[in-house]
């Protein structure tokens, strides 16, 4: 099968790579590269020659052939997947979106809040592009997006192609595995219930092999709450409150307040750091040899995993990421789980973002939610669940608003539909900050 990558100069394409080479069926033959920066694509491009020859052996050919395409439509035409990993505007754009809500007094973050929307304003026009040439080069292939905000940018472009676009992320398997570890299971012999949008969702269950509930007593219990990340984050009174466990991001909305005056305290966004880590990366691997790109890349992947979701961690008491959690984030398995069953082998069961059907009654059929789905040779389709509570369902709906405006607003260049989707965000207080925020954003 050929493999497309977009945004084929992107950081974590190494990580898509290694899953590639180590997948026994060895399915991919070849992975096609495109990306609008020459000079990040061939940098990448090094570190695969070396990732692959560590892993074929000395003198061994590797069983993945890699191309550097030219243009768009080069990269598409014949693919049988596409992988969409783009950011539009680069770190730049990244640290733009978080600086200038920031100086509203608002939060400033990748894909919630203010900067989730000007994100999204910003891409979802280039994913659509991509979508009607995947439509016109590549009719029968599969997209799996990448691309952040992922439940917008995947809704954007299933309008397009209907259900051969799934949008994945790694916080919701993350999250099923360290609360399995948590209640002593082990995580691939759970089953488990989860629903919500992209970055705002709730485990709602987790269950044993013979049926034991491992859930509820895991949450009653503060000392195994508190081993993981979630727990850490969210506290087991909350936790317990709750219920559930939620996606590590709805810190941004459980816990807004502290989280925004750790953001606004930190030397610097998350962006800056990647902004300035990321340059030095490219720019020190630029033109040295594979070996030596391939050293500066993986000793910078370990840093940004170290680093991630820092400002949350802050905000609830300041402590570091477990060793087992700095292993890349888990995309490239997500995709390969999904690349695998799509094309006919086997099939799986992952938590992925597609069209709603009837998963959630209160949501439009086509709406993108994100939730465990059935994977086959026919697409994801999402498993029936458990009836959301009234505030979930409440969250829900109201993000579900602000990414259906931002997508209007994008697509038609409709300002009151991007004031909308920027004043309806629970993270945005005003009408006034929310047109502020646009028209300063629009000066860039």
Known sequence: MRLTILGGGGFRVPLVHRALLDDPAQAVTEVTLYDTDPRRVAVISAVLTRQAERRAGPGKPSPVRVRIADSLDDALRGTDFVFSAIRVGGTA????????????????????????????????????????????????????????????????????????????????????????????????RVSYGYVGLNHLG?????????????????????????????????????????????????????????????????????????????????????????????????????????????DSREASGGWQRDTCDLEGGGYDQVALAVMRAVAGDGHARLILNVRNGTAVPQLAPEAVIETVCEVDARGARPLPCAPLREDQLGLMLQLKAVELATIEAAEFKDRDAALRAMALHPLVDSPAVAARILERAATL
Do not use: K
């Open 202 to 310: 709730w485990l709602r269950s987790l269950t044993a092999e013979d049926g034991t509930d491992l859930l509820r007593p895991l949450l009653a219990d503060p000392d195994a709450l508190t081993s993981f990340e979630e727990g850490r984050l969210f506290g087991a009174d909350w936790l317990r409150a709750l219920g559930s466990i939620p996606n590590e991001y709805l810190h941004y909305y459980y816990f807004r307040r502290e989280t925004l005056a750790s953001v606004r305290n930190a030397s610097e966004t998350r962006g800056e750091f990647l902004e300035q880590q990321q340059g030095g990366f490219f720019e020190a691997a630029s033109g040295v040899s594979p070996e030596e790109a391939y050293a500066l890349w993986d000793h910078t992947l370990r840093e940004r995993e170290e680093t991630y979701m820092a």
């Open 93 to 188: 754009g990244r640290v733009s979106d978080e600086r200038i809500p920031l100086a509203e007094g608002v939060l400033g973050q990748e894909t919630v809040g203010a900067g989730g929307v000007l994100y999204g304003l910003r891409t979802v026009p280039v994913a659509l592009r991509i979508a009607e040439r995947v439509a016109a080069l590549a009719p029968d292939a599969w997209v799996v997006n990448f691309t952040n905000p992922a439940g917008m940018v995947t809704e954007a472009m299933a309008q397009v192609l209907g259900e051969r676009v799934i949008g994945i992320c790694d916080s919701p398997v993350g999250l099923v595995r360290r609360a399995a570890r948590a209640a002593g299971a082990d995580p691939d």
